[in-house]
């Protein structure tokens, strides 16, 4: 079950969450061309891919350090004064300011300006103009919308919500029996809340589960809330589409789950056999080459040729480059 719990929060947060790291203290992050080259040296602690011309970094340890933006020729945007960062979305990023638990998050402009002053107990960025918010804790907190201002536009009711795409958004229920469906900016449900969970749209289809974690069965559905791909009961936790291509887990014997991908026909088009998998951006992914605890970290191409390898980590490739973790 720790397994897919830690699939769980990868489909919630992978807006997010663009890069992955194998424990090792001596790990630093640079960044590569498609070639492999090192265009930045690998000196920071932890690196997130390149949005809008800027890439969050963090310099110091996990507990210590601070987060700031680099530029595409490695100098500062924003010098290291967080706690925490999101990506830049539509012109700001989501900061943190204390702890996991207790800090609280606001959004700065590429200037480094103060924009919304931190006061969110979490938030998944901005999205065609609005981004989901949580006030209060993990686990009895209530999820709403905020535009631009930090205007609350849509009340936090809800128990859990992602980002908007193609002008819906996946929300959950906070009562009964919290099932989660699709709103629109105004907030009116456009596919009714029927899904045991939901995830973002991405190229016109989105994932989604009926039934519980165990024996429920995963799709996708269109924009009208039609599931238009049904996938076999032993794949699930499927990705958002990328390049006409998505993952998905398929578990196998003790709990051993491996990744693969499918194209929009829900046909497997590389096999499970990666220890993880994230989705294509410019036409490569980043994978776990191969499914043992030890296993390196790499890149594919579509026909699942491994294009480069050996990384302790590694994160999409964007905007020409892609950040990877060296073991030093």
């Given at each position: 079950m720790?397994?897919?719990?830690?699939?769980?929060?990868?489909?919630?947060?992978?807006?997010?969450?663009?890069?992955?790291?194998?424990?090792s203290?001596?790990?630093?992050?640079?960044?590569?061309?498609?070639?492999?080259?090192?265009?930045?040296?690998?000196?920071?602690?932890?690196?997130?891919?390149?949005?809008?011309?800027?890439?969050?970094?963090?310099m110091?340890?996990?507990?210590?350090g601070?987060?700031?933006?680099?530029?595409?020729?490695?100098e500062?945007a924003i010098?290291?004064?967080f706690?925490?960062?999101?990506?830049?979305?539509?012109?700001l990023?989501?900061?943190?300011?204390?702890?996991?638990k207790t800090?609280?998050?606001?959004?700065?402009n590429?200037?480094?300006?103060?924009?919304i002053?931190?006061?969110?107990?979490?938030?998944?960025?901005?999205?065609?103009?609005?981004?989901?918010?949580?006030?209060?804790?993990?686990?009895?907190g209530?999820?709403?919308f905020?535009?631009k201002t930090?205007?609350?536009?849509?009340?936090?009711?809800?128990?859990n919500?992602?980002?908007?795409?193609?002008?819906?958004?996946?929300?959950?229920?906070?009562?009964?029996?919290r099932?989660?469906?699709?709103?629109?900016?105004?907030?009116?449900?456009?596919?009714?809340?029927?899904?045991?969970?939901?995830?973002v749209?991405?190229?016109?289809?989105?994932p989604?589960?009926?039934?519980?974690?165990?024996?429920?069965?995963?799709g996708?559905?269109?924009?009208t809330?039609e599931?238009v791909?049904t996938?076999?009961?032993?794949?699930?936790?499927?990705?958002?589409?990328?390049e006409?291509m998505?993952?998905?887990?398929?578990?196998?014997?003790?709990?051993?789950a491996?990744?693969?991908y499918?194209n929009?026909?829900?046909?497997?088009?590389?096999?499970?056999?990666?220890?993880?998998?994230?989705?294509?951006k410019?036409?490569?992914?980043?994978?776990?080459?191969?499914?043992?605890?030890d296993?390196?970290?790499?890149?594919?191409?579509?026909?699942?040729?491994v294009i480069?390898?050996?990384?302790?980590?590694?994160?999409?490739?964007?905007e020409g480059?892609?950040?990877?973790g060296?073991?030093?």
């Open positions: 720790r397994k897919k719990s830690v699939i769980l929060s990868l489909v919630l947060i992978i807006p997010l969450l663009l890069t992955s790291c194998m424990a203290p001596k790990v630093h992050w640079g960044y590569v061309d498609p070639k492999g080259n090192e265009v930045l040296p690998a000196h920071f602690q932890s690196a997130s891919p390149f949005r809008e011309g800027m890439a969050a970094v963090r110091g340890d996990e507990k210590t601070k987060w700031g933006y680099i530029k595409h020729n490695g500062w010098e290291p004064r706690d925490g960062t999101h990506f830049f979305s539509e012109g990023a989501a900061f943190r300011v204390g702890d996991e800090g609280k998050w606001g959004f700065v590429p200037e480094g300006e103060v924009i002053e931190p006061q969110f107990d979490y938030t998944r960025g901005f999205s065609e103009g609005l981004a989901p918010v949580r006030i209060g804790d993990e686990v009895t209530t999820w709403g905020i535009d930090g205007q609350m536009v849509l009340e936090a009711k809800y128990a919500a992602t980002i908007f795409r193609d002008g819906l958004a996946p929300v959950q229920e906070a009562e009964g029996k099932k989660w469906g699709y709103i629109d900016p105004a907030g009116n449900f456009i596919i009714e809340p029927k899904f045991d969970l939901a995830t749209f991405n190229e016109q289809l989105a989604v589960r009926m039934g519980d974690e165990l024996t429920g069965v995963w996708y559905i269109d924009p809330g599931m791909i996938l076999p009961q032993e794949y699930s936790y499927p990705g958002g589409f990328s006409g998505a993952t998905f887990v398929w578990e196998q014997e003790k709990g051993q491996a990744f693969g499918i929009t026909k829900g046909e497997v088009v590389l096999e499970p056999i990666y220890g993880y998998a994230y989705e294509f410019e036409g490569l992914a980043p994978v776990k080459v191969g499914v043992q605890a296993a390196k970290w790499g890149y594919i191409n579509k026909e699942g040729t480069l390898e050996g990384y302790w980590g590694a994160g999409t490739f964007e480059l892609a950040p990877v060296i073991n030093k």
